[in-house]
């Protein structure tokens, strides 16, 4: 019999068709040319429709959580979609106080949508998985008619392991307790606005695109009564604050000259008419500590780094309210709240 | 209303276009509506447009104005 | 940011604040309008509030044009994308106002309109250049700092004789909304609104110059200064009013020397003027309809008039029923008065105009100011 000759696929200037997630040969080879060369581990190798894992070590729990990326543009200063889909699963399991172990991805692609733009997402997800430490054990790829989707969107779930007796959670904030902020906020969603249409500006905004479980197991070595930790990702620091204010029953009030932003987030913000605290973080986190701990955690997280310009920005105060407030630098008061729809720059 | 911010003017482009710059953040935009700009002027900068002219010694008096005032106040606190 | 964060300066505001403080009348209350949203946005968004003697009230006028555009025009706008299949730009403040039956430009967008953000007028330009087999709209709001480059747009189009572009005009002119607010019963008659100033605008200033302000020193009797929309100015401006109140004066006074001169920028008022006319009376969401207070395309330019174009015709549509919008525009009233402030009536579901954009007194009041309506304890 002739050995079955398939030709390999065009990743210069071939494009997804529906083929390709239509459960045929086509699937196949795009599934071990593209993700199985790239991400390539024991799991996905044998093929399997799921994975085998070892059970977490006798006392530990499972955590896991799933995030869905669509971004626009899908490159841009600092990183692409998929080291960023990598770093936000491996985050939201990381705040929870967990070891990242595994992750899953699932790949929405749209008819058309160039290979090679496929293949650089997926070696850019890979390079971030393997830095992490944190293989993609598995994943399905499906493919949509033009026009039914927006190129790529990829969903990833991760799973980590919780040591005994840990309990992060963002119901734990308690009055007097302090703020901390790993580094400058607005970062990310500064440098995804720069690079839209229209709003177009040049600078050297790079998304803080990071894997932070290695910044989270120093600061929980450091100071293992730290109650929350989130990563502010969406709606920035002042949605993050606002979801721990309600989920504590406590207020917060920020003391702004002390709130790191970087001197070109602030001057984009200024252009734009937007506010830092409520654009998206993508390597960054957000701690509460009992205040007498607040020196050794700041002083753990600039150690690492990713912690590098780690600040107290505040304090947790008794509030039934349970509003976040902030002192300005200014020297008068006002709230932070969360952001009223979707945030559009402003003109007036 | 009306946001509009000082920058400053690093390039003149053809077509009545110029490169601002603020805090390191470059935008290109229109001068159309300020005549004889050079690279160095101050334009308060609108939806993409120059306005007008930012008089950096007004600027300077208007803060001495201001600084004045904390200056009195010490005088009548000390 | 050289001359953002200059006028910033926690310190120089704290002198300013003591300032303030000595030279308000001892027994004397002082009530200044600021009529811009961009100098309530500022009062707001760095507490200048707590800087202020209690003597000192500050009431949040009309100025934000987000916010004084009515439901009709903004249903126009929708028509036009829904029903004509046009492209509809306009800058993001406009695209989450409520219109008709549940409808913003961002939910007309959902059910299939073509509704598209820009930053600039000339980014509508570039469309309609860009893809010629599309009508492009450009949905032109603004008092008239925001009207120049609409006029330069116009003019640009009509040079490269653009088939598929039009502007459905809705600049409003400041003078006639100050005025409106002045003429108001409560202000002129009943003395309900004691109004002692007004903090005049800052960028509008700098297109119109200080001449235009005249008539309310002169005809009204109130003190106007015209400041720039950082705090510092804003606090400037307040210790300039209190000096003319005490004085007994009632002076057009300019403080944004850095960007306002008495004429303006001159340019810009011809371009303005060689594109633009008055409209003999134009709606103001929570004002009502003032006449000449508004400008419309020439009829030089009227290939280039959206509402001649597409024939649009005005369509009133009355706010809602409880809503306190035009008290507390006019000063009557404040946010907390309204009875559907804070309940029905928040900026993810925002019923009057003063919700609409951030710099709406009540929006203002919604994100920035709410702590101050309760006494809130210490830890």
């Known amino acids: 019999m002739k050995k079955t000759y398939i030709r390999p696929l065009d990743l210069r200037h071939g494009s997804v068709d529906l083929s390709h997630g239509g459960g045929g040969r086509a699937m196949v080879q795009l599934i071990g040319e593209v993700f199985g060369r790239a991400f390539d581990n024991e799991w996905l190798r044998r093929g399997d ?11 530990e ?13 899908l490159f841009f200063p600092g990183g692409d979609i998929g080291c960023l889909c990598v770093h936000g699963t491996i985050n939201d399991v990381a705040v929870m106080g967990a070891r990242p172990l595994y992750l899953a991805a699932s790949f929405i692609l749209e008819e058309g949508f160039p290979l090679a733009e496929l293949a650089r997402i997926v070696a850019s997800m890979a390079a971030a998985a ?17 026009g039914k989707g927006d190129g790529i969107f990829i969903t ?5 392991a919780l040591p005994a007796g840990r309990e992060l959670s963002g119901a734990n904030a308690r009055p007097g307790d302090t703020v901390i902020v790993s580094g400058t906020l607005g970062d990310h969603g500064m440098a995804i606005m720069a690079r839209r249409e229209n709003l177009a500006f040049e600078s050297e905004i790079r998304s803080d695109t990071a894997a932070l479980h290695g910044l989270v197991a120093a600061a929980l070595a450091a100071v293992p009564q730290t109650r929350v930790l989130r990563d502010p990702t969406r709606g920035g620091l002042a949605a993050t604050l606002n979801e721990i204010a309600q989920q504590s029953g406590v207020g917060i009030v920020l003391d702004e000259a002390a709130i790191p932003v970087d001197p070109q987030v602030a001057a984009a913000c200024e252009f734009l008419g937007l506010d830092p605290l409520n654009i998206a973080n993508e390597g960054k986190l957000v701690a509460i500590c009992p205040a007498d701990a607040a020196d050794a955690l700041v002083a753990a997280l600039r150690a690492h780094p990713l912690g590098a310009r780690a600040a107290r920005i505040g304090e947790v105060i008794a509030d039934e309210h349970r509003f976040v407030q902030m002192k300005t630098a200014f020297g008068g008061r006002r709230m932070v709240d969360w952001l009223a729809g979707e945030q559009l720059p402003r003109i007036c | 209303m009306c946001l509009a911010i000082p920058t400053r003017v690093i390039a003149l482009l053809p077509d009545g276009q110029a490169v601002v710059e603020l805090g390191g953040v470059r935008k290109t935009i229109s001068v159309e509506l300020v005549d004889d700009l050079t690279v160095g002027d101050y334009v308060i900068v609108h939806v993409g447009y120059a306005l007008t002219r930012l008089d950096p010694e007004e600027a300077e008096q208007t803060l001495a104005l201001m600084r004045e005032a904390g200056i009195d106040t010490a005088g009548v606190a000390g | 940011m050289k001359y953002v964060d200059d006028f910033r300066d926690g310190e120089i505001a704290r002198g300013l604040a003591a300032a303030i403080a000595r030279e308000v009348e001892p027994g004397r209350r002082y009530a200044f309008m600021e009529f811009c949203g961009g100098h309530t946005h500022a009062i707001s968004r760095y507490g200048v509030t707590d800087l202020l003697p209690p003597a000192v009230r500050m009431i949040h ?45 961002l939910r007309a967008r959902a059910r299939g309109a073509d509704i598209r953000m820009i930053y600039s007028a000339a980014d509508a330009l570039a469309l309609a250049q860009r893809e010629p087999e599309r009508q492009v709209v450009f949905f032109a ?17 009509a040079k490269l004789g653009l088939k598929n572009f039009s502007v459905l005009c809705c600049h409003v002119l400041t003078p006639p909304a100050i005025t409106a607010i002045l003429d108001s019963p409560e202000v002129r008659d009943l003395g309900i609104v004691p109004l002692d100033g007004f903090i005049g605008p800052a960028h509008v200033s700098t297109v119109i110059g200080t001449r235009p302000y005249a008539g309310f020193a002169a005809e009204y009797r109130k003190p106007v200064v015209i400041a720039g929309f950082e705090p510092l100015d804003v606090m400037q401006a307040i ?3 209190v000096r003319q109140v005490n004085e007994g004066r009632a002076e057009v006074e300019n403080e944004f020397t850095r960007a306002v001169t008495e004429e303006g920028n001159l340019k810009a008022q011809a371009l303005m003027a060689e594109v633009l006319e008055l409209r003999s009376e134009f709606e103001w969401r929570g004002l009502g309809v003032l006449p000449n207070s508004a400008l419309k395309i020439r009829e030089r330019f009227a290939d280039f008039d959206a509402e001649a174009r597409f024939g649009l015709r005005y369509r009133p549509v009355p706010d809602h029923k409880s809503c306190d919008c035009g008290a507390i525009l006019r000063g009557v009233k404040v946010p907390l008065d309204c009875k559907l402030f804070g309940t029905v009536c928040t900026p993810e579901t925002p019923m009057g105009s003063c919700m609409v954009s951030s710099e709406g007194a009540c929006a203002a009041h919604y994100t920035y100011g709410r702590f101050r309506d309760i006494p809130v304890t210490a830890a």
Not at chain 3, 64 to 84: H, N, S, T, Y
Not at chain 3, 141 to 157: K, N, S
Request: aromatic fraction near 2%.
């Open chain 1, 156 to 160: 990833t779930t991760g799973l980590g």
């Open chain 3, 61 to 105: 006028g009309p100025g934000c044009p987000v916010c004084v555009l009515p439901i009709g025009r903004i249903d126009q706008a929708i028509q036009l994308a829904l029903d004509e299949g046009v492209t509809v730009c306009s800058y993001g403040d406009t695209l989450r106002v409520p219109a008709s039956e549940g409808l913003s430009m």
């Open chain 1, 49 to 59: 429709d799921g994975a085998v894992l070892p059970a977490p070590a006798p006392g």
């Open chain 1, 130 to 146: 393997k830095a992490a430490g944190v293989p993609v054990v598995t994943g399905d790829t499906k493919v949509v008619e033009r």
């Open chain 3, 141 to 157: 709001i603004g008092f008239e700092t925001t009207t120049p480059p609409t006029a330069l747009v116009i003019r640009q189009a």
């Open chain 1, 61 to 73: 729990r499972l955590v896991m959580a799933t995030d869905a990326h669509v971004v626009s543009p």
């Open chain 3, 239 to 241: 210790r300039m009013l």
